[in-house]
């Protein structure tokens, strides 16, 4: 993690076990194979005709909802970083149903695919293979959608997040770490915080993974064009 609380997304140290650690190697592999057949669809998108409005009123109604008033700061900071709402929504469905739904009809019609059928569902999420079988699957689903959803614009999404050529900003990890927390509580399992982190900050770095290079590059030339 770099000091200003970013997500590492270059290739972890030998240190950083505890975060390299949280998927499975099958996991990681499938969901690579997975963003690679994204990328093919994302050649063939059809243009969606979604509207921001309705996406933007779901995000506020998480802003303005006591109940999840600890969401609201990180929620907002990624609103003020311009990060498109789509993603945010992305992160949230886990736990929201409107924003589940949202973001279904929104790959729908950008890819004409549905998560389910990027991912083989029935693989093993972590190397303990510790969770039952439907929460395995939900969350095969919740990642599989965040991958398709960034698949569709890699470079809209990541420019707005990324703090530097090798850290995304933190407030996606606290938030989708939140978001897993809720989930697991959900099912009447109360993880920490702290623990849960390596588990979200694995799973983000496979989202983020197979899109970065691009990104990355066109950073490196912004911050040589902001020298010359």
């Excluded at 549905?114 to 510790?130: G, I, P």
């Excluded at 407030?171 to 927390?181: E, G, K, M, P, Y």
């Excluded at 915080?193 to 588990?199: C, S």
């Excluded at 799973?203 to 902001?226: A, C, D, M, N, W």
């Amino acid at each position: 993690m770099s000091e200003l609380g970013g997500l590492d997304i270059g290739i972890p140290d030998e240190g950083q076990g505890s975060v390299s650690e949280g998927l499975s190697e099958d996991a990681k592999a499938r969901f690579a194979a997975a963003a690679a057949a994204m990328q093919q669809i994302r050649k063939e998108e059809k243009k969606s005709k979604k509207k921001d409005d309705r996406v933007v009123q779901v995000i506020m109604k998480f802003l303005g909802s006591q109940q999840d008033s600890h969401l609201f700061a990180l929620i907002s900071r990624l609103v003020a970083r311009d990060c498109p709402s789509i993603f945010i929504l992305a992160i949230i469905s886990l736990i929201d149903e409107e924003s589940l739904a949202v973001v279904q009809e929104y790959l729908k019609e950008t890819t004409n695919k549905d998560a389910r059928e990027m991912v083989d569902e029935s693989m093993a999420l972590t190397k303990a293979n510790d969770m039952d079988a439907e929460t395995n699957r939900t969350l095969v689903d919740w990642i599989t959608r965040m991958q398709m959803v960034l698949s569709v614009t890699p470079d809209k999404i990541l420019l707005k997040l990324m703090i530097d050529e090798r850290n995304i900003d933190g407030s996606v990890l606290q938030l989708a770490t939140f978001v897993l927390q809720r989930f697991f509580e959900s099912r009447q399992k109360t993880p920490e915080f702290e623990k849960l982190q390596p588990l979200t900050a694995s799973i983000l770095q496979t989202v983020f993974e197979p899109f970065i290079g691009s990104v990355r590059k066109i950073l490196i030339e912004q911050s040589k064009q902001e020298e010359d």
